[in-house]
């Protein structure tokens, strides 16, 4: 774990290698007690090793007590993902080692703020790096299954599809690579085709979305709709939304 | 405040977190006056004020003069916990432990707060902590010791958004086993035409179950600058609503108050008058 310390400065700390929970606090420990951790904010990579809601406790409590918080958790697991969502974490796949090597978090920030396009040319370029992302990298096709309802600020990443069998208030945000179905009022903004899939769609019992985005499109609802000041979910319109010519529209499921 | 080993009972009380998210909805007055309601009913109740800084729960009760010891000293062990519980004016069943202003809310630690809790729901029936706005350090401290929540909103978009990321965060966290909701500041004619959410609205949102609904009372504004609960005043709707309250955390099955005011004469004669003339 020697060559960490440049991954340690960016806040990430990858705890993949250990093969059982047990080990995998005892490592956590080790290196909160090196001192060697500077950044107040972590994102674990906890790989394949499935951790209970107790194991999460332990960890959360090994680093409040070294005073850093946790930003988010890569795992495989999808034990762990449900546990850590559970326990109020943000959750997401886990990334690709060539990812942890190259992309610093500054620059995914930046990638992000590259996606407010003002011009032709930058759609172009971007349209170009999606396509070889798509060429290089495999889509996953698995699915991850979550019988929550998400509250306003919880946010759920995912290298696949997501069912979420519940609803999605203001303020959470659900992000695939594949597509997204939920079985719900789906209230936050929910990311489709994260990674570039332009036939990735979003699928809802009743979509009321503050914004939707399918790979880097966004739509959001309009300002001039009479929004009631509640979202009744009395009665439930299964709508499905998807790029057609350009630009994300919603098409009712049950005509 | 007895505390006799010898005997064999051991009181655990219910410790009850009130918060909200937002700031300014009611968490303090509510607390306040659920406190002093249950102490009328016979209850004994500690009430902890976890706004260090920015404390306003001893004003509240009129108490701010009788404050020698805080929580911060019965932490940091310049007192007895016991030496630092001011009690009420009125009532000797109900005492205040509150927070220092001379600090802010880093002087506090969650297992700190939790081994306080723990101390208290020994003696008393109900403890009552009364939590800061936001959902930091001060937030995450109020919550270390509670087994149950109440979440105080008003009716308005920006509260109930607040109050929903306050109800993820206390879901996720296992002890707390049984939230409610407040809603605080009701107008009911506003209510009745639509302008103002209604308690159905609120519900509707946040998928959480009913505590009580306070009706906004100018006498609160009256009682908390004379430091006097509104309970403790005759005939407002507020002190009425906040006992009905009391008595349903005392698990009595108080019916909520019917917000519909009769049509007057006048409004009958109104509504007859614009039906004729939009023919």
Known sequence: MNDNTSTLEQGLL??????TPANMLLDLSNIMDKN?????????????????????????????????????????SVHTQLAALGAGLAVSEQIFNEELKNETPEQAVEAKEEEQYSTEAALEEVFKLETVDIETTELKSDTLYLKQTLRSGQVVHFDGNIVIIGDCHPGSEISAAGDISIWGVLGGIAHAGAKGNYNACIRAL????????IADLFSRKPDNLEVEKNEKVNIFKPEEAKISNGEIIIYPLNG | MANNKEETQVMTGRVIVVTSGKGGVGKTTSTANIGTALAKNGAKVALIDTDIGLRNLDLLMGLENRIVYTIVDVIEERCKLNQALVKDK????????????????????????????????????????????????????AIAGAS???????????AVRDADRIIGLLEAKEEIDNYKLLLNRVRPAMVQTNDMMSPEDVLDILSVKLLGLIPEDENIIISTNKGEPIVNMDNSKAGIAYNNVARRIQGEDVPFMSFETPPTWFDKVKSFFLATASN
């Open chain 2, 148 to 158: 149950e929540a109440i979440i105080v909103t008003t009716p308005e978009m920006s």
């Open chain 1, 14 to 19: 990858d705890l993949s290698e250990a093969s």
């Open chain 2, 90 to 141: 009125k009532n000797p069943n109900l005492v205040l432990l509150a927070a220092a202003q001379t600090r802010d809310k880093t002087a506090l630690t969650a297992e700190q707060m939790k081994d306080i809790c723990d101390r208290l729901k020994e003696d008393f029936d109900f403890v009552l902590v009364d939590s800061p706005a936001g959902i930091e350090q001060g937030f995450q401290n």
């Open chain 1, 206 to 213: 009743k979509i009321n979305a503050i914004q939707l985005r």
């Open chain 1, 36 to 76: 060697e951790f500077k950044s107040k904010k972590v994102k674990l990579v906890l790989g394949n090793v499935s951790l209970t809601p107790a194991h999460i406790c332990a960890l959360k409590s090994i680093l409040e007590a070294a005073g850093v918080e946790i930003e988010l958790i890569y795992t495989n």
